[in-house]
Nanobody, 124 residues
């Protein structure tokens, strides 16, 4: 089981930027699909971005495409979610997660390891 720890959340104004980090333990991480999900109060957890840790494959939810960038450093077992032009609707708890045996999925149920989450709040 991969252990994941997120960091980098905070409070920023609309239009600002923030970078989230996810550090993983275990060698299995580099062979995993890593994803970011978010959950706002009263809403279901939704897919944000994902990609193979050791591949060039990266894909995004339409709501964040062009504003968020997923970067991966397999040598450091770390991924980052670079977020720019943030909007109040981006406010949520953001989770890092990994899935084994998948090269592409947006389904949270396919991800077996999850971090504790980090709060992102965007003020208008």
């Amino acid at each position: 089981q991969v252990q994941l720890v997120e960091s980098g959340g905070g409070l920023v104004r609309a239009g600002g930027s923030l970078t989230l980090s996810c550090v993983a333990s275990g060698d299995a991480f580099r062979w995993s699909l890593v994803g970011w999900f978010r959950q706002a109060p009263g809403k279901e957890r939704e897919f944000v971005a994902a990609g193979g840790v050791s591949t060039a494959i990266t894909y995004y939810a339409d709501s964040v495409k062009g504003r968020f960038t997923l970067t991966k450093d397999s040598a450091k077992n770390t991924v980052h979610l670079e977020m720019s032009n943030l909007k109040p609707e981006d406010t949520a708890v953001y989770y890092c997660a990994t899935a084994r045996g998948y090269s592409y999925t947006r389904n949270a149920a396919d991800f077996s390891s999850w971090g504790q989450g980090t709060q992102v709040t965007i003020s208008s």
